[in-house]
């Protein structure tokens, strides 16, 4: 699979793949009708629409040119030195092939003046945080509401560039 930037026709198949791969990664912690509803809420193509355009972000997909097997969304945050990646998901049937650290390598090259790349991932998911933790991550804290106003908690990890 090659990562490159997504466009507007990706939106479909993106919004699919979030869609089975929070099922598959968060049903047993969060129950299937709350996934549905944060997946058509987090995920709906609407929201996905808007990331798209976003000011000093990147959304990434891999791609074989049959399928995506996976996502990436980054933007700066109010300090250019940091940047949040928002997403990365990669299709459970894709998963331990290399594409989540495609990836992440393109999001860190996106950003080439940022010093530190901040995410909030569940506690919960220990492969998610193993993965992130191979690659330079280290804790940072926690919050009460991932990804803004979700009211779920999260744990923040952290990696310094550069």
């Given at each position: 699979?090659?990562?490159?930037?997504?466009?507007?026709?990706?939106?479909?198949?993106?919004?699919?793949?979030?869609?089975?791969?929070?099922?598959?990664?968060?049903?047993?912690?969060?129950?299937?009708?709350?996934?549905?509803?944060?997946?058509?809420?987090?995920?709906?193509?609407?929201?996905?629409?808007?990331?798209?355009?976003?000011?000093?972000?990147?959304?990434?997909?891999?791609?074989?040119?049959?399928?995506?097997?996976?996502?990436?969304?980054?933007?700066?945050?109010?300090?250019?030195?940091?940047?949040?990646?928002?997403?990365?998901?990669?299709?459970?049937?894709?998963?331990?092939?290399?594409?989540?650290?495609?990836l992440l390598d393109e999001v860190e090259a996106s950003f080439p003046?940022?010093?530190?790349?901040?995410?909030?991932?569940?506690?919960?998911?220990?492969?998610?945080?193993?993965?992130?933790?191979?690659?330079?991550?280290?804790?940072?804290?926690?919050?009460?509401?991932?990804?803004?106003?979700?009211?779920?908690?999260?744990?923040?990890?952290?990696?310094?560039?550069?």
């Amino acid at each position: 699979m090659f990562v490159r930037t997504a466009s507007e026709r990706d939106l479909v198949a993106v919004h699919a793949l979030l869609v089975e791969t929070w099922h598959a990664t968060y049903d047993a912690i969060y129950g299937a009708e709350r996934v549905t509803a944060i997946t058509d809420d987090w995920h709906s193509i609407a929201s996905l629409k808007a990331r798209l355009t976003r000011p000093n972000s990147e959304f990434l997909v891999a791609d074989d040119g049959r399928r995506l097997g996976g996502m990436a969304f980054a933007a700066a945050t109010t300090d250019p030195k940091i940047v949040l990646l928002n997403q990365l998901y990669v299709h459970p049937a894709c998963q331990r092939q290399g594409i989540g650290q495609s990836l992440l390598d393109e999001v860190e090259a996106s950003f080439p003046e940022m010093d530190t790349l901040r995410l909030e991932v569940e506690e919960a998911n220990a492969v998610a945080i193993a993965f992130y933790e191979a690659n330079g991550f280290r804790p940072a804290g926690r919050t009460a509401n991932c990804g803004g106003n979700s009211g779920l908690p999260a744990l923040i990890m952290e990696k310094q560039l550069g």
